[in-house]
């Protein structure tokens, strides 16, 4: 079992900058993937950026070269610094984690953190 809790959001004037942090407890040596996924009113939720055990990251076309998803040594927090917002990021930010059990992958998620980017 893993518990997320974000935080960071809030409400920011386009062109500004916000960091998010999600905090991990629980069974946070057994996580292979922290990742940030987002969902605005009406749209699915979509992958934003995510980091693996060998330090792979990966960014959403829409996000690379704005974002920068980090993590601590010990996997506990996890960051997304967000620069040049637009209003198209305004979402509700979620923080996800994967943890592989028995060949079988398990997904947990934050309750999410909303940003709202005003034009």
């Known amino acids: 079992q893993v518990q997320l809790v974000e935080s960071g959001g809030g409400l920011v004037q386009a062109g500004g900058s916000l960091r998010l942090a999600c ?35 990966n960014y959403a076309n829409s996000v690379k070269g704005r974002f920068t998803i980090s993590r601590d040594g010990a996997k506990s927090t996890l960051y997304l610094q967000m620069s040049s917002l637009k209003p198209e990021d305004t979402a509700v930010y979620y923080c996800n984690a994967v943890i592989t059990v028995m060949k079988y992958d398990y997904d947990y998620w934050g309750q999410g953190t909303q940003v709202t980017v005003s034009s």
């Open 23 to 57: 905090v991990a407890s629980g069974s946070v040596s057994s996580i292979n993937v922290l990742g940030w996924y987002r969902q605005a009113p009406g749209k699915q939720r979509e992958l934003v950026a995510t980091v693996n055990n060998g330090g792979y990251i």
